[in-house]
């Protein structure tokens, strides 16, 4: 989730961003030098900055990306310093070169030495001039270039050469190519392919908001005088108050829009393929063509051109006609046979040049609307054809065969990775090979859901087929042959291919040579899961048995093993906390695994060693397990764990172990550092510090009781915390300190929860210790010393070290449960309490460590990570706004949505419950929706092809209409003939002939969501229908139509639905447009371009705008060299990027990245998603900034009514959209509408923040500003008075900020008195009363400019040259500090936030 404090740049104390025009940093001069040493450097931080995110997206994927890196090959961290030089030179040297295209003027065109020259041939047939051709070579000096040459190869290529474009022949291949390119061409303007999902075409409507580009429109043209008025009354349902939700404006017409039609009908004749005979007169193929004229025309493609031939609907006749008009291209032949077409094509094109490229780039991966208007459908011959031939992702190169997946995505993976040039390419491909397969599996899951593929053991029955469709192999996600019976039947076999993928993810981001994972994508479609792997060379023609030679084919009964394997697997040990341990196998032997036993390794034909089967690569999850015999912490019983789950197969997310371990690792750095001291203070026979050596000598005896009244008794945290390390041997102890810690007095049955939830367990984001930063060096003397003494016994091997020492890590490293003894290294046994795996005897010690350490990570994971997420959101650091950002927001900490339940109670039981009313709505809806899939996923699989329409409103019918008796109208048959078609063996797996589906009515669903509530997430929902669900949980019915669409991939018709009618129900089959796949797949990333990101980052938080900006500049070039011109993480990078630019004052450069990132973030995650509503209030800011009024007040409309929509008014961040709102309208003078908004943002903020916070007082201000404006001064003063009294109490009566507030507070009594004074006068002489006349000042833009800075939480401060110097000497103290804290957030102890976000409520 954007997180709040997403892209402030500055997390680091007194470093607002700072205004500094030229003298950025250290007044950088722009030499190559400087730039070069400071790449350097910057990446030395970078690496240590992997947690100190500024943007949210995704940050906990990428974190440990990096992270793994650091761990897996040290190899990169080495190769770093020699590549950052490269990167400098390849961006810098661009040249120009003329191009001569017949029948235009020569032009120029800026090309880089590493362009290839088949992309001069892309940007040819995208120009408008020439985008008609496809089938021509580029001759320099009458040499053809080759298309794959790099431009650097080319001899004689300079600055200025001529490069000239020759019409080539064509083959029948380039024939296709260039009717298929010309129907594109037609199509350009049409959103039917973003409406139906197909060749990763996406909606984006920013520009009907922004009348097509930002640069000049929206300026306030002045007339004479007077500045022309701006329409700003917004709709009626944008309005704060209005309950209307309407679905309409989602998809918002653009009026001077109309469909141009260049032609009627572009098909392929009849009369394909040309015979013989015509074949040797070089016919290629025969087009069929109406013109919008009516003319019928029949058109030859021949090896020198398109002709008009003399063949009709019913006569082959293929000599040419006369006149042929024979053109080497349709475009110029339609030209002359049609004007309709000329003028309208060359309309078109103009229209198509200039929308953003970003509308029109295709994305990676395809991006689904849930809603469509009725589009008409169109004659298309590509697309028809397309629909019945195997065409995969249509490649160019790769003409005609299918591909072979497994080699590509395997051989991408060897290429080599030596340095930044290399590793660019590698990754390029990876990414590139990935998206292709995701689509050509998505494509092929459906294909087979359909019924259009046959299985390759089509004797058994439908559940347990498979199927083989362009090298992707294919299975339904059942419980084929008993083979998961042990571990849950169907349920687990649904939930084994996405841990799988998990699995694959997580070895895929180790990345060791020589160990190899399949392409593997899950596709959810039509109520079925399809797994589709790519597939092992050879696989297939042997047995399993005879095939597998590592790991376990039934589940641990027999064992096999291999060196080569634990070799391979070996590297990944550490980066992924896998121990290797043995097993027995069925003679009892014992055999060595370094990977759970599920996991297969199968040596293919290639020779290569893969790994599949991956499902249980991280530690079960105890919470959901429950095994005979095992105790799980009273704290937990308490809470009801462990819980009975639908299968055996819940782990814990990889994010959760990063948590745990370096939660662990503090602990185990701060008692090496307490005993460490523990020895100094005996030498010196001092005691300074008694509580902390009473507990440091009693490691392991203390028990219970002990340890709970030295933690009361004592009141420094250190004691604290030591008390809760030093028993962390014995099980309970653990559990009774970590809770004595918590809270002494309070000894309750949750995590110390008073308003904000207080020290130890719970401190903050992740569970670091309390002793942060200064803190920690104040409570205990030398503690910094001792942390760095601890350092390097870790970093050593335990030798060469005095005993004394040794013997502390040895007891901090039982403590902790690390693995060694000598240094912190804590890794989990997959195996452990996975039914049929039986460990040797020798080992029994430590499986019992590993059985503890387990119960230690599911405890972790409800006593801290749950407590910390609920806290983030309290100080609004987490911020989720529909189901996915609270999904991912869950995620990200490592809690797994099972947990839902338990994360809601929890929030439930937080006495701070009011401010959390946003969350706690977002919960439900989300726990309500997840219940109604699981649903509906049975429910669709008993459901015929011929009424899915019918049987999907009838659902949504039950689900959201308030019509009682919904009843399903079974389609009337369209065939009217009745004849029963004979029964077939071997159904589609969606046939089911039956209507069970039919009989569903709105109380049984809602009985259903609510027992599904109770047995999968143990949540209690009382309520029987959705009136009273709406009604109890202020929820809103269009949220959930959405959710639900989302997650089942439903598309319906955009229009409005009567939810509330009793008579009649809200959807009709006819408002079902489609169904959609749901898909999940792995997601290859850019690590150098995401190293260099989070550089920049480090810098931007250091103050170091310049070189900040620098480097984000450069991971945007080598981002955009990864994954092509549309990403997420591009999005990310070009809003922090447009921040900078808007901080460092250059507004029209912030106004063109942030259009850019709005752009990306509807066409990437969807024009409803949060963060597109985040990139919208950005860009309004940018435009007002640059004077664009009636632009900026559109966009925050925009916002505003996407986030009504997704989530509804009641919503923290809807205050500081209302403000942005209300400060805007205040600007151009629309008083009463401008308060509406301000009051609005008022009530928020005193609901979320406390009405003692400064938000409000910040609120206050506002509202008492335009009440001034209006000469409503008692009003004024009344809010002014308020926001003194709290800036008083908060911040004490010195403060700036106070003392502003006291200085209008005068100003604002002497405007009311000399009003009063006026009308006294009035009153008393009546018409000749002498006047003075009143200052009505109407607001500066300049003013409103700095209050809306300040609400977003941007503030420039002039600084001196000294106050430089000290911001340096402070940021420098505070990265040595942190050197000593090792991972310490850099975010994390900042005593100057921003000013309105300083955190004291």
């Known amino acids: 989730m954007v997180s709040k404090t997403d892209d402030i740049p500055a997390s680091v104390p007194n470093c607002n961003p700072v205004d500094l025009a030229d003298e950025a940093g250290d007044g950088a001069q722009n030499s190559k030098e400087t730039s070069k040493t400071r790449l350097k450097d910057s990446c030395g931080c970078g690496h240590s900055a992997d947690t100190a995110m500024v943007n949210g997206d995704g940050a906990h994927e990428r974190t440990e990306e990096a992270e793994s890196k650091q761990d897996g090959n040290s190899e990169t961290d080495g190769g770093e310093e020699s590549n950052e030089q490269e990167v400098i030179v390849i961006q810098d040297t661009g040249f120009t070169v003329k191009i001569q295209a017949p029948g235009t003027e020569p032009f120029d065109l800026q090309v880089s030495p590493q362009e290839m020259v088949q992309e001069i041939h892309q940007v040819l047939m995208d120009r408008e001039d020439t985008c008609h051709r496809t089938c021509f070579s580029l001759q320099l000096d009458g040499n053809v270039l080759d298309n794959f040459a790099e431009l650097k190869s080319i001899e004689g290529l300079q600055e200025g050469s001529l490069l000239k474009v020759v019409e080539e022949p064509y083959t029948v291949r380039e024939a296709r190519i260039h009717v298929r390119h010309i129907r594109d061409l037609l199509k350009s303007l049409d959103p039917s392919d973003a409406y139906n999902g197909v060749d990763c075409n996406s909606l984006s409507f920013l520009s009907i908001f922004t009348d097509g580009d930002l640069g000049d429109s929206g300026k306030r043209k002045k007339k004479g005088n007077e500045l022309e008025q701006i329409d700003c009354t917004p709709p009626e349902h944008i309005l704060p108050g209005s309950k209307d939700r309407p679905l309409v404006p989602l998809q918002p017409h653009n009026k001077d829009w109309k469909p141009m039609q260049c032609l009627k009908v572009l098909t392929m004749s009849g009369w394909n393929p040309p015979p013989g005979n015509r074949k040797m007169h070089g016919d290629l193929m025969y087009l069929y063509m109406v013109t919008v004229e009516e003319r019928h025309v029949s058109i030859t493609a021949s090896t020198r051109g398109f002709y008009l031939n003399q063949s009709t609907t019913y006569t082959f006749n293929p000599k040419p006609s006369n006149p042929s008009f024979l053109s080497h291209s349709l475009v110029e032949l339609l030209s002359q046979i049609s004007p309709a077409f000329k003028k309208n094509f060359t309309a078109l094109q103009k229209k198509r040049v200039q929308r953003h490229p970003f509308e029109r780039i295709a994305t990676p991966f395809q991006v689904y609307s849930w809603t469509a208007p009725q589009v008409d459908h169109a004659m298309d011959c590509v697309r028809a054809e397309d629909a019945y031939t195997s065409r995969l992702g249509y490649e160019e190169h790769i003409p005609g065969q299918t591909r072979d997946w497994n080699e590509e995505l395997q051989t991408t993976r060897e290429l080599p990775r030596k340095n930044l040039p290399e590793r660019l390419l590698r990754e390029r491909a990876i990414f590139k090979v990935h998206s292709d397969f995701a689509a050509a599996a998505t494509r092929g899951a459906m294909a087979v859901i359909d019924g259009n593929v046959m299985a390759i053991n089509p004797g058994e029955e439908t559940r347990m087929q498979m199927f083989i469709w362009n090298n992707i192999f294919f299975s339904l996600g059942f419980d084929v042959r008993d083979h998961y019976r042990e571990l849950g039947g169907d349920a687990a076999a649904h939930a084994a291919p996405t841990n799988d993928l998990n699995g694959v993810r997580a070895y895929g981001a180790v990345d060791v040579e020589g160990l190899y994972t399949l392409?593997?994508?899950?596709?959810?479609?039509?109520?079925?899961?399809?797994?589709?792997?790519?597939?092992?060379?050879?696989?297939?023609?042997?047995?399993?048995?005879?095939?597998?030679?590592?790991?376990?084919?039934?589940?641990?009964?027999?064992?096999?093993?291999?060196?080569?394997?634990?070799?391979?697997?070996?590297?990944?040990?550490?980066?992924?906390?896998?121990?290797?341990?043995?097993?027995?196998?069925?003679?009892?032997?014992?055999?060595?695994?370094?990977?759970?036993?599920?996991?297969?390794?199968?040596?293919?034909?290639?020779?290569?060693?893969?790994?599949?089967?991956?499902?249980?690569?991280?530690?079960?999850?105890?919470?959901?397990?429950?095994?005979?015999?095992?105790?799980?912490?009273?704290?937990?019983?308490?809470?009801?764990?462990?819980?009975?789950?639908?299968?055996?197969?819940?782990?814990?997310?990889?994010?959760?172990?990063?948590?745990?371990?370096?939660?662990?690792?503090?602990?185990?750095?701060?008692?090496?550092?307490?005993?460490?001291?523990?020895?100094?203070?005996?030498?010196?026979?001092?005691?300074?510090?008694?509580?902390?050596?009473?507990?440091?000598?009693?490691?392991?005896?203390?028990?219970?009781?002990?340890?709970?009244?030295?933690?009361?008794?004592?009141?420094?945290?250190?004691?604290?915390?030591?008390?809760?390390?030093?028993?962390?041997?014995?099980?309970?102890?653990?559990?009774?300190?970590?809770?004595?810690?918590?809270?002494?007095?309070?000894?309750?049955?949750?995590?110390?929860?008073?308003?904000?939830?207080?020290?130890?367990?719970?401190?903050?984001?992740?569970?670091?210790?309390?002793?942060?930063?200064?803190?920690?060096?104040?409570?205990?003397?030398?503690?910094?010393?001792?942390?760095?003494?601890?350092?390097?016994?870790?970093?050593?091997?335990?030798?060469?070290?005095?005993?004394?020492?040794?013997?502390?890590?040895?007891?901090?490293?039982?403590?902790?449960?690390?693995?060694?003894?000598?240094?912190?290294?804590?890794?989990?046994?997959?195996?452990?309490?996975?039914?049929?795996?039986?460990?040797?005897?020798?080992?029994?010690?430590?499986?019992?460590?590993?059985?503890?350490?387990?119960?230690?990570?599911?405890?972790?994971?409800?006593?801290?990570?749950?407590?910390?997420?609920?806290?983030?959101?309290?100080?609004?650091?987490?911020?989720?706004?529909?189901?996915?950002?609270?999904?991912?927001?869950?995620?990200?900490?490592?809690?797994?949505?099972?947990?839902?339940?338990?994360?809601?109670?929890?929030?439930?039981?937080?006495?701070?419950?009011?401010?959390?009313?946003?969350?706690?709505?977002?919960?439900?809806?989300?726990?309500?929706?997840?219940?109604?899939?699981?649903?509906?996923?049975?429910?669709?699989?008993?459901?015929?092809?011929?009424?899915?329409?019918?049987?999907?409103?009838?659902?949504?019918?039950?689900?959201?209409?308030?019509?009682?008796?919904?009843?399903?109208?079974?389609?009337?048959?369209?065939?009217?003939?009745?004849?029963?078609?004979?029964?077939?063996?071997?159904?589609?797996?969606?046939?089911?002939?039956?209507?069970?589906?039919?009989?569903?009515?709105?109380?049984?669903?809602?009985?259903?969501?609510?027992?599904?509530?109770?047995?999968?997430?143990?949540?209690?929902?009382?309520?029987?229908?959705?009136?009273?669900?709406?009604?109890?949980?202020?929820?809103?019915?269009?949220?959930?139509?959405?959710?639900?669409?989302?997650?089942?991939?439903?598309?319906?018709?955009?229009?409005?639905?009567?939810?509330?009618?009793?008579?009649?129900?809200?959807?009709?089959?006819?408002?079902?447009?489609?169904?959609?796949?749901?898909?999940?797949?792995?997601?290859?990333?850019?690590?150098?371009?995401?190293?260099?990101?989070?550089?920049?980052?480090?810098?931007?938080?250091?103050?170091?705008?310049?070189?900040?900006?620098?480097?984000?500049?450069?991971?945007?070039?080598?981002?955009?060299?990864?994954?092509?011109?549309?990403?997420?993480?591009?999005?990310?990078?070009?809003?922090?990027?447009?921040?900078?630019?808007?901080?460092?004052?250059?507004?029209?450069?912030?106004?063109?990245?942030?259009?850019?990132?709005?752009?990306?973030?509807?066409?990437?995650?969807?024009?409803?998603?949060?963060?597109?509503?985040?990139?919208?209030?950005?860009?309004?800011?940018?435009?007002?900034?640059?004077?664009?009024?009636?632009?900026?007040?559109?966009?925050?409309?925009?916002?505003r009514y996407l986030m009504l929509l997704v989530s509804g008014e009641n919503h923290p961040e809807m205050a500081l959209l209302d403000s942005n709102i209300g400060l805007v309208l205040h600007g151009v003078m629309e008083y009463d509408l401008s308060l509406r908004f301000l009051e609005n943002a008022l009530t928020i903020n005193t609901k979320y923040h406390g009405s003692r916070s400064l938000k409000v007082a910040l609120s206050r201000h506002l509202v008492a500003r335009v009440y001034e404006s209006k000469a409503e001064f008692r009003s004024a003063l009344q809010h002014e008075k308020e926001g003194y009294t709290i800036y008083k109490n908060q911040m004490g009566e010195a403060h700036e900020k106070t003392r502003e507030s006291s200085e209008y507070l005068k100003y604002l009594t002497q405007q009311a008195v000399a009003l009063q004074r006026t009308m006294n006068e009035i009153y008393k002489n009546g018409s000749n009363a002498s006047i003075t006349p009143l200052k009505f000042t109407a607001p500066s833009m300049a003013s409103i400019l700095e209050q809306l800075n300040i609400i977003n939480g941007i503030i420039f401060i002039p600084l001196s040259q000294k106050d430089l110097e000290n911001l340096k000497a402070e940021v420098q103290r505070r990265q040595q500090l942190q050197e000593l804290g090792k991972s310490e957030e850099p975010t994390e102890d900042r005593p100057l936030e921003l000013e309105d976000r300083i955190p004291i409520d």
């Open 519 to 1199: 392409g593997t994508v899950v596709v959810d479609y039509r109520g079925y899961r399809v797994t589709a792997q790519s597939i092992i060379p050879g696989i297939l023609e042997r047995e399993q048995e005879q095939s597998v030679i590592y790991g376990s084919i039934d589940f641990g009964k027999t064992v096999v093993s291999h060196s080569k394997y634990l070799e391979l697997l070996e590297k990944t040990s550490r980066p992924l906390k896998v121990q290797s341990h043995n097993v027995l196998n069925e003679k009892n032997e014992t055999v060595e695994l370094c990977s759970s036993v599920e996991c297969k390794g199968i040596i293919g034909n290639d020779g290569r060693h893969y790994i599949l089967d991956l499902l249980r690569t991280f530690p079960p999850d105890l919470n959901f397990l429950p095994v005979d015999g095992e105790e799980l912490p009273p704290e937990s019983r308490r809470q009801g764990f462990p819980r009975q789950h639908r299968h055996r197969l819940a782990c814990l997310r990889q994010e959760l172990i990063e948590a745990f371990v370096e939660h662990r690792y503090l602990l185990f750095m701060k008692m090496a550092a307490l005993q460490l001291m523990q020895q100094k203070a005996n030498k010196d026979a001092k005691n300074d510090v008694p509580a902390i050596t009473e507990t440091a000598e009693t490691p392991s005896e203390s028990n219970a009781d002990t340890t709970q009244t030295q933690t009361t008794a004592s009141d420094s945290p250190s004691a604290t915390e030591v008390s809760r390390d030093s028993t962390s041997q014995t099980e309970n102890n653990t559990y009774a300190a970590s809770q004595a810690a918590t809270d002494g007095e309070e000894n309750d049955s949750k995590p110390a929860t008073n308003g904000h939830l207080e020290p130890a367990v719970t401190q903050n984001g992740e569970c670091k210790s309390p002793l942060e930063g200064k803190e920690l060096e104040e409570s205990i003397p030398g503690l910094a010393q001792a942390k760095e003494l601890a350092e390097t016994l870790v970093a050593e091997d335990g030798s060469c070290i005095d005993p004394k020492s040794r013997e502390v890590v040895l007891n901090a490293c039982k403590a902790v449960g690390s693995i060694s003894n000598t240094s912190f290294d804590i890794r989990f046994n997959p195996d452990i309490f996975s039914p049929g795996v039986r460990f040797p005897d020798d080992s029994a010690d430590d499986v019992q460590k590993q059985k503890q350490l387990l119960k230690d990570a599911a405890f972790f994971l409800v006593s801290c990570q749950i407590p910390s997420l609920v806290k983030d959101c309290l100080d609004h650091s987490a911020l989720p706004m529909d189901g996915a950002t609270l999904t991912e927001s869950l995620h990200q900490r490592g809690i797994n949505v099972r947990y839902l339940g338990t994360v809601l109670e929890f929030v439930d039981k937080t006495p701070a419950k009011a401010q959390l009313e946003h969350f706690y709505r977002i919960g439900i809806s989300e726990l309500i929706t997840r219940c109604a899939k699981h649903i509906f996923k049975t429910y669709l699989q008993g459901v015929e092809l011929s009424a899915l329409s019918a049987a999907v409103s009838h659902f949504l019918n039950c689900f959201l209409s308030s019509f009682p008796d919904s009843v399903a109208h079974l389609p009337p048959d369209e065939l009217v003939s009745r004849r029963k078609s004979r029964k077939r063996r071997n159904r589609v797996p969606g046939g089911g002939d039956n209507t069970a589906w039919a009989s569903l009515t709105p109380n049984e669903l809602w009985k259903n969501i609510a027992s599904e509530a109770k047995s999968y997430y143990h949540f209690t929902i009382e309520c029987e229908s959705v009136d009273q669900v709406v009604e109890k949980y202020g929820l809103q019915k269009t949220t959930l139509l959405r959710e639900i669409s989302v997650k089942t991939g439903i598309q319906i018709l955009i229009k409005e639905y009567n939810f509330d009618s009793r008579h009649k129900p809200a959807f009709t089959e006819e408002d079902i447009l489609n169904i959609f796949p749901v898909v999940k797949h792995v997601n290859p990333k850019a690590s150098d371009a995401f190293h260099f990101f989070q550089s920049g980052q480090a810098k931007v938080q250091q103050g170091f705008l310049k070189e900040g900006c620098e480097l984000i500049n450069e991971a945007l070039n080598l981002f955009n060299n990864v994954y092509g011109a549309m990403h997420v993480e591009i999005c990310a990078c070009l809003r922090l990027l447009a921040r900078l630019n808007y901080i460092m004052g250059d507004h029209p450069e912030a106004l063109s990245n942030q259009q850019k990132a709005v752009l990306m973030s509807e066409r990437v995650l969807g024009i409803e998603h949060p963060n597109t509503i985040q990139e919208y209030m950005h860009l309004s800011l940018y435009c007002f900034a640059n004077g664009q009024l009636s632009t900026a007040l559109k966009l925050l409309y925009r916002a």
